[in-house]
Antibody, heavy 124, light 109 residues
Framework: QVQLQESGPGLVKPSQTLSLTCTVSGGSISSGDYYWSWIRQPPGKGLEWIGYIYYSGSTYYNPSLKSRVTISVDTSKNQFSLKLSSVTAADTAVYYC????????????????WGQGTLVTVSS | SYELTQPPSVSVSPGQTARITCSGDALPKQYAYWYQQKPGQAPVLVIYKDSERPSGIPERFSGSSSGTTVTLTISGVQAEDEADYYCQSADSSGTYPLVFGTGTKVTVL
């Protein structure tokens, strides 16, 4: 059973960079069978996909966030990470990491395992 | 950007059938997926590829597709089904491969 766990600061100051890490257990990021993603959910609002990464380091970001997002992977630690720059109060949200099933030739993209989520508040 | 539109809320009595719709221009060409999210919890996949049910998901959850609308049906609704439900799909160009619907709150009366 795959498990994902987010970690990182719960409070970030405006204009700074938000940094989170997702640790994967019960499966290897390096297997190459899946992609790995970040999703966020502002309090009381809906879900927003941020981006995903493959074990090779190949990434794809939501075009609406692309200019501020960097996702990286550390296969030796079975972790992947999120950096979101120049944050504002609008970036306050629960941030989830998740495993993504991606089969481009079949137009298949969906999340099958999620972490429990971590609340990040942007405030001075 | 690409949008998937859901009704904000659906109310249903126990034992009745709840139907949640999701509309989007690319749905005739793209698969849809459905997630259930209970308060304080991460979303859980309940339907994939329009109508397939993951292992462990009760048979009362089913999905269907017709044109630009997909539907999640919960037959014989139980109190434990009260939750937010989100559809997810992709746009036709591939620019937005993972887009969530606006979400629907299902209330069991």
């Amino acid at each position: 059973q795959v498990q994902l766990q987010e970690s990182g600061p719960g409070l970030v100051k405006p204009s700074q960079t938000l940094s989170l890490t997702c640790t994967v257990s019960g499966g290897s990021i390096s297997s190459g069978d899946y992609y790995w993603s970040w999703i966020r959910q502002p309090p009381g609002k809906g879900l927003e996909w941020i981006g995903y990464i493959y074990y090779s380091g190949s990434t794809y970001y939501n075009p609406s966030l692309k200019s501020r997002v960097t996702i990286s992977v550390d296969t030796s630690k079975n972790q992947f990470s999120l950096k979101l720059s120049s944050v504002t109060a609008a970036d306050t949200a629960v941030y989830y990491c998740a495993r993504v099933v991606v089969v481009p030739a079949a137009a298949v993209y969906y999340f099958d395992y999620w972490g429990q989520g971590t609340l990040v508040t942007v405030s001075s | 950007s690409y949008e998937l539109t859901q009704p904000p809320s659906v109310s249903v009595s126990p034992g009745q059938t709840a139907r949640i719709t999701c509309s989007g221009d690319a749905l005739p060409k793209q698969y849809a997926y459905w997630y259930q999210q209970k308060p304080g919890q991460a979303p859980v996949l309940v339907i994939y590829k329009d109508s397939e049910r993951p292992s462990g998901i009760p048979e009362r959850f089913s999905g269907s597709s017709s044109g630009t609308t997909v539907t999640l049906t919960i037959s014989g609704v139980q109190a434990e089904d009260e939750a937010d439900y989100y559809c997810q799909s992709a746009d036709s160009s591939g620019t937005y491969p993972l887009v969530f619907g606006t979400g629907t709150k299902v209330t069991v009366l």
